[in-house]
């Protein structure tokens, strides 16, 4: 392996690992953060819950 090969291989490695951890943590905002986020939140949370409902929607139409 030479040099360019090896720094490819780890951009890549890093690069994977950056993204992963970005729709991870997206998907754990959008989903309500987890544990914590399951505790009763009152009417907003219904709000949240609606408001994705019609983002969901609007997304399977593309």
Known sequence: MNANQIVNMITRMV???LVNKGVDAGIRHAS???AKGRKG???????????????AQRMGRF
């Not at 939140?41 to 983002?55: D, E, N, V």
Request: overall charge positive; aromatic content about 0%.
């Open 32 to 34: 309500g953060g987890g």
């Open 15 to 17: 690069m994977r690992k």
């Open 41 to 55: 939140k009152g009417p907003k949370a219904a709000r949240h819950a609606k408001k994705a409902a019609r983002m």
